[in-house]
């Protein structure tokens, strides 16, 4: 039972940091933005890549591949999501859907089609209640507790994220005020950009990287986000470690179920509390 635990916190640790990503673009723009999953691969295979490059230095790897989101996430958000402000929500759906296709026939053409295995980069163990558990799992799950602490203290503390929280609550308002709330929003796009970027770094050494990687966590990650809330920071971390011990406890149970009933608590959230866009 400690295994399927901590394997669901694992989960949820990296679904919660993808998913923060969405809800909060969903949160400040509006946009559904399916090129998130495009990132998150990217992540996956920009490590890959300079794990050979700087002779296996994980850390190293993982620093580039999340700054290899910055630029990527800048072009998406300037030539792609900022046309689509104001828009109706169909338009983001279509166009950074096109987006995500584009970059996995990009991904298949530099990397190949062939799935790319990752060791734990820790390879240590720690003993709990007569259960081996990869120490690298636990490292995740705490990277994802002090990312959400993270961000509390930066929407709560610096002027940057109370700009953003006000331009949430009134976005007029605050523009009437002479600041320019579209940069900061795109800041923030960025910075979920870089979240999805290091949620495929964390997520390669425990799967296989492929260029369909994103596409299949994407769907877990709406769900996330809608039964965390939409732009809701502290529902999509509840809804994330939540949706993972379904995940765990269902796959113990009966493996082929496991993120079919990720979906059937979605719905059933949705019947009971339906999202207003």
């Not at 691969?41 to 890549?49: E, I, K, P, R």
């Not at 046309?83 to 190949?112: C, E, F, N």
């Not at 320019?180 to 910075?191: A, N, T």
């Not at 050494?205 to 994407?218: A, D, E, S």
Request: one cysteine or more.
């Amino acid at each position: 039972m400690i295994s399927v635990v901590a394997y669901g916190l694992t989960v949820g640790a990296i679904l919660y940091i993808i998913s923060i990503g969405l809800s909060l673009t969903f949160g400040t723009m509006r946009i559904v933005n399916f090129a998130h999953a495009l990132i998150y691969t990217m992540g996956a295979y920009v490590l890959f890549t300079m794990l050979r490059v700087t002779g296996g230095n994980f850390v190293l790897a993982a620093i580039v591949g999340v700054a290899a989101a910055v630029p990527l996430a800048w072009a998406i958000e300037r030539f792609v999501i900022r046309r689509l402000y104001g828009q109706s929500i169909d338009y983001a759906i279509i166009g950074t859907y096109a987006v995500l296709l584009i970059g996995v026939d990009a991904t298949k053409w530099i990397w190949g089609a062939t799935p790319l295995p990752l060791s734990d980069p820790i390879g240590k163990y720690v003993n709990v209640l007569g259960v081996d558990l990869p120490v690298y799992r636990l490292v995740v799950i705490a990277l994802a507790v002090l990312i959400f602490a993270g961000l509390e203290l930066f929407f709560r503390r610096t002027v940057v994220g109370k700009i953003v929280v006000a331009g949430l609550e009134d976005k007029d308002a605050v523009r009437s005020l002479g600041i320019r709330v579209d940069s900061y929003f795109s800041l923030v796009f960025i910075l979920g950009s870089c979240l999805a970027a290091l949620g495929g770094i964390l997520y390669a050494p425990i799967t296989t990287i492929h260029p369909y990687m994103g596409t299949h966590v994407l769907l877990l990650s709406f769900a996330v986000v809608l039964v965390g809330g939409l732009g809701s920071m502290r529902g999509t971390l509840v809804a994330s470690f939540a949706l993972g011990m379904v995940m765990a406890v269902t796959g113990r149970v009966w493996g082929p179920a496991a993120e079919a009933m990720v979906f059937a608590v979605m719905a059933v959230v949705l019947v009971l509390k339906p999202i207003e866009v």
